[in-house]
T-cell receptor
């Protein structure tokens, strides 16, 4: 139980375009979702926290106009990287918490974004 | 948030036990100790968590020191599929704001398993 599905698993886009990443909780209601970014050989860095129906709370240094987060339902959150540039290339991971999630948090399998 | 300290890397042989240490000398009485692991090119996955008593599940065991200032994740028989980065994280359930609590990841321990 407590499975999070993240799509796509990888995406290549041209510089200046936008990319949307989806994160769905398949068998539980995700009251809170988190978005992380991970650069090679580094740890996960939290970008933002979102609650269903509310605006996301962004970590310091994360541009909210560039990384648009929508959490319109208890089972779906999306991260849109707008006007992507090569420096946005990274591994993006979503996480969800909710009732019955063992350990409190479950993670998506990640999205490898490459901007060319 | 209370911090944890882990070795950068450890090495093990297949089918041997592995003991992954974590120091958390500033742990508070309401901090739970969580372990997650991240396999290459995947999101983290939950391994185990505990408060004071040792815990066992199908994946691993968690041994918590009596003073709770350190803990050890034990993989009883390492397999090649256990090669991953292991993260030890503290979470204060009582004062954490419920599901809004942000998990903060340190650098973790990179476990290499030799065949």
């Amino acid at each position: 139980g407590a499975v999070v599905s993240q799509h796509p698993s990888w995406v290549i886009c041209k510089s200046g375009t936008s990319v949307k990443i989806e994160c769905r909780s398949l068998d539980f209601q995700a009251t809170t979702m988190f978005w992380y970014r991970q650069f090679p050989k580094q740890s996960l860095m939290l970008m933002a926290t979102s609650n269903e129906g509310s605006k996301a709370t962004y970590e310091q240094g994360v541009e909210k106009d560039k990384f648009l987060i929508n959490h319109a339902s208890l089972t779906l959150s999306t991260l849109t990287v707008t006007s992507a540039h090569p420096e946005d290339s990274s591994f993006y991971i979503c996480s969800a918490s909710g009732p019955g999630v063992l350990g409190g948090y479950t993670f998506g399998s990640g999205t490898r974004l490459t901007v060319v | 948030d209370a911090k944890t300290t882990q070795p950068n890397s450890m090495e093990s042989n297949e089918e041997e036990p592995v003991h992954l240490p974590c120091n958390h000398s500033t742990i508070s009485g309401t901090d739970y100790i969580h372990w997650y692991r991240q396999l290459p090119s995947q999101g983290p996955e939950y391994v185990i968590h505990g408060l004071t008593s040792n815990v066992n599940n199908r994946m691993a065991s968690l041994a918590i020191a009596e003073d709770r200032k350190s803990s050890t994740l034990i993989l009883h028989r390492a397999t090649l599929r256990d090669a991953a980065v292991y993260y030890c994280i503290l979470r204060d359930y009582q004062n954490s704001g419920g599901s809004n609590y942000k998990l903060t990841f340190g650098k973790g321990t990179l476990l290499t398993v030799n065949p």
